[in-house]
């Protein structure tokens, strides 16, 4: 077999997930809309005392915001859809081996409602609910010969929107661009 197909392996998953009475830890944008009353009936009176202002901390010696409590709550539903692939390939290459393995993921639909009684919040693409990365991939290259090894990994996130855009789609808070992170590795095993 020419560049050794036999050993190549390709499997990929579409998948579509609905779930219903979701529960989740709540978005430190969401917790700042209640208090700051985006909604218009959350805080009308913009009290401090209000509960989701108290999961606000601040600096004591600013008053800048220093953190977010995110508590678990009913979030409703969760609709998310996409395509799994992962490509794995082996061959022998003059006295040793060469391996290439390789994980992608394509986010079509990140969709999850607020509480049980809220419209749905469009966050693909967006940093909100732990960032909802359109397309990440996990590659690695390893080569290995009698006692030695060396290898190298690729991890790329796709440029991705601020956490505000999934509420707000006029929002002007830039996002983040595209993230390669590169690792080389190599080893000996000697035996004494």
Do not use: H
Request: hydrophobic share 35%; glycine share 6%; with cysteine.
């Amino acid at each position: 077999e020419p560049f050794g197909l036999k050993n190549l392996t390709i499997t990929a998953d579409l998948y579509k997930i609905k779930i219903t009475d979701a529960i989740a830890p709540e978005s430190s944008f969401s917790v700042y809309s209640k208090c700051f009353n985006a909604n218009g009936s959350s805080n009308p009176s913009y009290d401090v005392n209000n509960p989701a202002c108290q999961l606000i901390s601040r600096n004591a010696s600013t008053g800048d915001r220093a953190s977010v409590i995110a508590l678990y709550s009913n979030l409703g539903v969760i609709n998310t859809q996409g395509l799994d692939m992962q490509v794995n390939w082996r061959t022998d290459i003059g006295p040793g081996r060469l391996s290439v393995n390789s994980t992608l993921n394509y986010l079509d639909k990140y969709e999850y409602q607020q509480s049980p009684t809220s419209a749905l919040v469009n966050a693909t693409g967006t940093l909100d609910q732990g960032g909802q990365f359109r397309f990440k991939a996990l590659t690695s290259v390893n080569y290995s010969w009698s006692d030695f090894r060396v290898g190298m990994s690729w991890r790329y996130l796709s440029s991705i929107e601020d956490s505000t855009k999934s509420v707000n789609p006029t929002s002007t808070i830039l996002g983040v661009s595209d993230y390669s992170l590169f690792n080389l590795t190599a080893g000996w095993r000697s035996e004494e």
